[in-house]
């Protein structure tokens, strides 16, 4: 039997005025501001500008607030932001081979031209919790100079000596916009990697993973992993030059694979392409996995993995997406279940009919 739903609006408004309670949290503590979340939580900061697909610091420490930390609900909420907004031009390609460094490595090659930074990282700390944090608050930070001077990308220099092939140049022709229009399957590749640079972090660790238990044909090196701000340059097509409209911090990942090669072409490494806003290593690194393995039809390999299965993998990275479809289950489906309540009952009084 339906029964209708009564008093739903009085109720969601006493949720909301719930949900104001709890993200103030204890009143006799400070509140938090968006400038604080944005200083002092960069990194949840850089992922929800990530995969919420807007590179706004501000807006993202804003919705990080309003959220109370749920960094899906943060990032569905700037992207909606996002999707307000008029476009009005698109700038050219970011050079981050001009990147001003705060963090370069190579696991490659000890000795790289420009040297290895080591960077802002967690990587060899101990994994203990400090606390003189919680007792003496957080140290003033020690401010560091960008790394200055030419840093040629490892994949260059494996070009240079022809063990690695050069990604295609640019043939002049519009990139796609994956928020323009839907994703076709085959994906290009521009368009692959735009759906990977917005894809949920933790799906694409789970999917690059899997391509390293052996679920995908990876046998990855990181070739560079690099992390500092780059330029972006808009060319408006009235004015004939292109101007400086600032900088922006993204991670890069090149991932090195093992060889593939033909009759017409030599044996070679493989590579695979990530790139993240913000400090985001663990994404960029995923990301290159992955995209390595959704070109196994294209070097001719068996895509026999999940990662390998461009369709399952893109169509499913997408947090805001797969967040919707799931939490839509938490509204009435008084109706249908009515329906599979008398279907269960009829089936049952059958069975027991013959039993």
């Not at 509140?31 to 900061?45: C, K, R, S, Y």
């Not at 140049?169 to 917005?198: I, N």
């Not at 493989?270 to 806003?277: K, S």
């Not at 663990?282 to 992955?290: D, G, I, P, Q, T």
Request: with cysteine; glycine share 8%.
């Amino acid at each position: 039997m339906y029964v209708a739903v009564k008093g739903g609006e009085a109720a969601i408004e006493a949720a909301h005025a719930w949900l104001a309670e709890r993200r103030r949290g204890d009143q006799s503590l400070a509140a938090l501001t968006p400038e604080q979340i944005e200083q002092q939580l960069g990194l949840a900061v850089d992922r929800v500008m990530a995969e919420g697909s807007c590179y706004d610091r501000g807006l993202a420490a804003l919705a990080i607030q309003q959220a109370r930390g749920d960094l899906i609900e943060a990032a569905f909420l700037l992207r909606a932001y996002r999707n307000t907004l008029s476009r009005f031009a698109a700038c050219e390609p970011v050079d981050t081979g001009a990147m001003r460094v705060q963090r370069r490595i190579s696991a490659t090659y000890k000795d790289l031209p420009g040297g290895q930074v080591l960077g802002p990282t967690f990587d060899y700390t101990h994994r203990l919790l400090d606390f003189a944090l919680a007792a003496e608050g957080i140290e003033a930070p020690q401010e560091a100079e960008a790394a200055a001077g030419p840093m040629p990308r490892v994949t260059e220099l494996l070009a240079r000596e022809g063990l690695m092939a050069r990604d295609a140049p640019d043939d002049g022709a519009p990139p796609p916009d994956l928020t323009r229009e839907p994703l076709p399957f085959p994906t290009p590749r521009a368009l692959r990697l735009q759906s990977l640079a917005r894809g949920d972090e933790g799906f694409l660790l789970g999917m690059g993973y899997s391509t390293q238990r052996g679920y995908g044909n990876a046998h990855p090196f990181v070739a560079e992993l690099r992390m500092g701000e780059v330029e972006v340059v808009l060319a408006p097509p009235e004015l004939g030059f292109a101007i400086s409209i600032g900088d922006i911090t993204v991670t890069e990942c090149q991932m090195v694979n093992q060889f593939a090669g033909s009759a017409e072409a030599p044996p070679q490494f493989t590579r695979g392409y990530g790139l993240t806003m913000g400090h985001g290593e663990r994404k960029a690194m995923a990301m290159a996995l992955v995209d390595r393995a959704l070109m196994a039809p294209d070097l001719g390999e068996d895509a026999t993995a999940p990662a390998q299965q461009a369709e399952f993998v893109l169509l499913h990275a997408d947090n805001v997406e797969a967040t919707g479809f799931v939490e839509h289950l938490k509204l009435p489906h008084h109706v249908d279940f009515q329906s599979e309540l008398e279907k269960i009952r009829s089936i049952r009084a059958r069975w027991e009919e013959q039993a």
